[in-house]
């Protein structure tokens, strides 16, 4: 069935560093996208989002890039810091409350 | 402002057990998702609330499970005779109209451990 998924699992970078997360979709009816990100023991927390008559949005210091001709959706972090380490779910809306979510890229930031 | 609440924030139950989960959503937000969270997964849709009418339920997994939100803010999920598979952190998300582009606000999440 379709799905979201992710490339990477994890992913390391160096602080400081600009940081890439993944994302695939399969559902070409989705046209509501969101990055959230999650915390150990803490409920996932709007990052950004971007519909799908768009090709890009900017926010303090993420950028979120959408590729529908192969339906791909990237997250990016300028300078990555240490609190930036968490796991993040990208998901996915057809126009109704039904989201669903990635399994989710764990960013690990090395000092 | 305070944001979405949960609570307990961790639940033990022996497998048989009825548990009840509580979420108070942000204050004037019309609308109220549960999600469940598996280890090391995403968060899967269970129910939806607009004001106090389930619209939609299509996610929950059995008819053990069984969500309220008698007047249209706090929210009750409850699970009646868990199982070892019912084990999970279980979400609740408010969001101030609904619909696909509106910003969806997490709890902390209920770990629940089903022994």
């Known amino acids: 069935g379709e799905s979201v998924g992710l490339h990477l699992p994890t992913l390391s970078v160096q602080e400081g560093d600009n940081s890439i997360i993944n994302c695939a979709y399969s559902?070409?009816?989705?046209?509501?996208f969101i990055w959230y990100k999650q915390e150990s023991g803490k409920g996932p927390q709007f990052i950004i989002d971007?519909?799908?008559?768009?090709d890009k949005r900017q926010g303090q210091r993420v950028t979120v890039l959408l590729n529908k001709t192969v339906k791909h959706l990237s997250l990016q972090i300028a300078a990555t810091q240490p609190g930036d380490s968490a796991v993040y779910f990208c998901?996915?809306?057809?126009?109704?409350?039904?989201?669903?979510f990635g399994a989710g890229t764990r960013l690990t930031v090395k000092p | 402002g305070a944001g979405v609440s949960q609570s307990p924030r961790y639940k033990v139950a022996k497998r048989g057990q009825d548990v009840a989960l509580r979420c108070d959503p942000i204050?004037?937000?019309?609308?109220l998702f549960w999600y469940q969270q598996a280890l090391g997964q995403g968060p899967e849709f269970l129910t939806y609330?607009?004001?106090?009418?389930?619209?939609?339920k299509s996610g929950l997994p059995s008819d053990r499970f069984f969500a309220e939100r008698p007047e249209g803010s706090v929210s009750t999920l409850k699970i009646q005779r868990t199982q070892q598979e019912d084990s999970a952190v279980y979400l609740c998300?408010?969001?101030?109209?609904?619909?696909?582009?509106?910003?969806?606000?997490f709890g902390p999440g209920t770990r629940l451990t089903v022994l």
């Open positions: 609330f607009q004001n106090e009418a389930q619209l939609d």
């Open positions: 559902n070409s009816a989705s046209d509501y």
């Open positions: 204050s004037g937000h019309v609308s």
């Open positions: 998901a996915e809306s057809k126009g109704d409350n039904d989201m669903r």
């Open positions: 998300a408010s969001s101030l109209i609904g619909g696909a582009a509106d910003t969806q606000y």
């Open positions: 971007i519909r799908s008559n768009m």
